[in-house]
């Protein structure tokens, strides 16, 4: 195997064990608040590994660059859904977890 081929690996397992985290973080936390930072930070984290990894075995730039593009998108649109579900739940009037 080539070093590409390890670092390919290394990423995409990597990525996974980000989306492992934040899945927990979701079953685990305690209030939507924290939950929506485990799932927003990990998944984009993970995301960003698994899209490194990919563009590592990319076969032209156009393919790396449609990844940077699916990535971003993702990006914007959890931070926006995580705004809006943060925002929904502080009209529904849910406190903020303290223990």
Do not use: C
Request: hydrophobic share 60%; aromatic share 10%; proline share 1%.
């Amino acid at each position: 195997m080539r070093v590409t081929e390890y670092l390919t690996m290394f990423l995409l397992l990597s990525g996974a064990v980000f989306f492992l985290a934040g899945t927990v973080g979701l079953l685990r936390f305690p209030d939507v608040y924290t939950r929506l930072h485990a799932l927003t930070k990990a998944d984009n984290v993970g995301l960003g590994l698994v899209v490194a990894g990919l563009a590592l075995q990319a076969e032209s730039w156009a393919v790396v660059g449609k990844l940077l593009l699916i990535w971003l998108l993702v990006l914007l649109a959890s931070a926006s859904v995580a705004h809006l579900v943060a925002a929904a739940a502080r009209l529904r009037g849910i406190k903020l977890w303290k223990q």
